[in-house]
T-cell receptor, first 115, second 114 residues
């Protein structure tokens, strides 16, 4: 039982390049989330998927797209990377359909640098 | 005013000390309160979870919620060097939709010296 896994662990991009961050969970959770964590800013929600087949914007969605590929996998795509997207990205999942009582389980993070 | 305020520290204490970590919030709709611990270069892990007001104890950790003051606390007794980490408070409202999302504090960095 690996929990939440993320790939890659580290990535360096040039401005304008695209890439996809992968996330998978093996806990049969319904909801999945993408956050970014920046110094002095805390964790900020980018996108979430309350259940398979649905996605919604969070606090900071601009410049990102997501795909809930199936119940296990939720990917985050940067179409044209910008230096402002340099951050640590965390994927999380939670077991309940309703986010009202969520306890979220986090992956180890992807450290992205955009030059 | 931010929805959730948390002193970033850093907070340095000697081993064995009692540690008090706090968050204040402005949204009276928040009903669910959590504390996450994040070690350096790792993802956050859930430490404590409390619904509405009151206290919850788990080993050396006690979480308190005072909804009348919009104030939550995490106490760590007999602190250990292994408790050195960043502690994030998080909370959410009972209503569905976007209000169900977790709102995180910025985290307090704690260092426990041997």
């Amino acid at each position: 039982n690996a929990g939440v896994t993320q790939t890659p662990k580290f990535q360096v991009l040039k401005t304008g390049q695209s890439m996809t961050l992968q996330c998978a969970q093996d806990m049969n959770h319904n909801s999945m989330y993408w956050y970014r964590q920046d110094p002095g800013m805390g964790l900020r929600l980018i996108y979430y998927s309350a259940s398979e087949g649905t996605t919604d914007k969070g606090e900071v969605p601009n410049g990102y797209n997501v795909s809930r590929l199936n119940k296990r996998e939720f990917s985050l795509r940067l179409e044209s990377a910008a230096p402002s997207q340099t951050s640590v990205y965390f994927c999380a999942s939670s077991p309940l359909l309703s986010r009202r009582t969520d306890t979220q389980y986090f992956g180890p993070g992807t450290r992205l640098t955009v030059l | 005013q931010k929805e959730v305020e948390q002193d970033p520290g850093p907070l340095s204490v000697p081993e064995g000390a009692i540690v008090s970590l706090n968050c204040t919030y402005s949204n009276s709709a928040f009903q669910y309160f959590m504390w996450y611990r994040q070690y350096s270069r790792k993802g956050p892990e859930l430490l404590m979870y409390t619904y509405s007001s009151g206290n919850k104890e788990d080993g050396r950790f006690t979480a308190q919620v005072d909804k009348s003051s919009k104030y939550i606390s995490l106490f760590i007794r007999d602190s250990q060097p292994s408790d050195s980490a960043t502690y994030l408070c998080a909370m959410s409202a009972q209503d569905g939709g976007s209000q169900g999302n977790l709102i995180f504090g910025k985290g307090t960095k704690l260092s426990v010296k041997p």
